[in-house]
T-cell receptor, first 115, second 115 residues
Framework: GAVVSQHPSWVICKSGTSVKIECRSL??????MFWYRQFPKQSLMLMAT?????????EQGVEKDKFLINHASLTLSTLTVTSAHPEDSSFYIC???????????FGPGTRLTVT | AQKVTQAQTEISVVEKEDVTLDCVYE???????LFWYKQPPSGELVFLIR??????QNEISGRYSWNFQKSTSSFNFTITASQVVDSAVYFC????????????FGTGTRLKVLA
């Protein structure tokens, strides 16, 4: 149980375009979803927290107009990187919590490369 | 302030050696959770263990064991008889009740097991 999927697993896009990453909880309802970014050889950095039907809460320093998060249902959250630039190239990981809010279940990650 | 320190950036061992990965945390909460995750080259985080602040029992799972000591705010992870497949980055994480259970990750320890 507690499986989280992400789509796509990797994506290459051109500078200036937007790209959407989906995060789904497959076998449970996710009360809260989290989005992380991980640069090479670094730790995971929390970008934002979202609850179904509510606006996402962004961490300090994360541009909410650039990283649009939509948590439309209890099983789906999306992250849209708008007007992507090469410096946005990174590994994006989502996670979700179910009834036990203290434990997050992680997706496999999406590798974004902006050329 | 809450913090997780993994002082060992990289460790190299020869196969069959035992290795301990250190994790020291800071929190003012009495209710919190500690986690260890493995991140192989594929990038997907693999859950290893969860410990809550009220359970100081050490745990053993096969070649893996964990030593949780509240007196020193440490949650160390030992791999016995290491194998090449153990090569990965290992992250320790803290989740606090007062922090709405957002994860605070350590910087990770890269373990290289040489054949």
């Amino acid at each position: 149980g507690a499986v989280v999927s992400q789509h796509p697993s990797w994506v290459i896009c051109k500078s200036g375009t937007s790209v959407k990453i989906e995060c789904r909880s497959l076998d449970f309802q996710a009360t809260t979803m989290f989005w992380y970014r991980q640069f090479p050889k670094q730790s995971l950095m929390l970008m934002a927290t979202s609850n179904e039907g509510s606006k996402a809460t962004y961490e300090q320093g994360v541009e909410k107009d650039k990283f649009l998060i939509n948590h439309a249902s209890l099983t789906l959250s999306t992250l849209t990187v708008t007007s992507a630039h090469p410096e946005d190239s990174s590994f994006y990981i989502c996670s979700a919590t179910g009834t036990e809010s203290y434990e997050q279940y992680f997706g496999p990650g999406t590798r974004l490369t902006v050329t | 302030a809450q913090k997780v320190t993994q002082a060992q950036t990289e460790i190299s061992v020869v196969e069959k050696e035992d290795v301990t990965l250190d994790c020291v945390y800071e929190t003012r909460d009495t209710t919190y959770y500690l986690f260890w995750y493995k991140q192989p080259p594929s990038g997907e985080l693999v859950f290893l263990i969860r410990r809550n602040s009220f359970d100081e029992q050490n745990e053993i799972s096969g070649r893996y064991s964990w030593n949780f000591q509240k007196s020193t705010s440490s949650f160390n992870f030992t791999i016995t008889a290491s194998q090449v497949v153990d090569s990965a980055v290992y992250f320790c994480a803290l989740s606090e009740q007062s922090g709405t259970y957002k994860y605070i990750f350590g910087t990770g320890t890269r373990l290289k097991v040489l054949a």
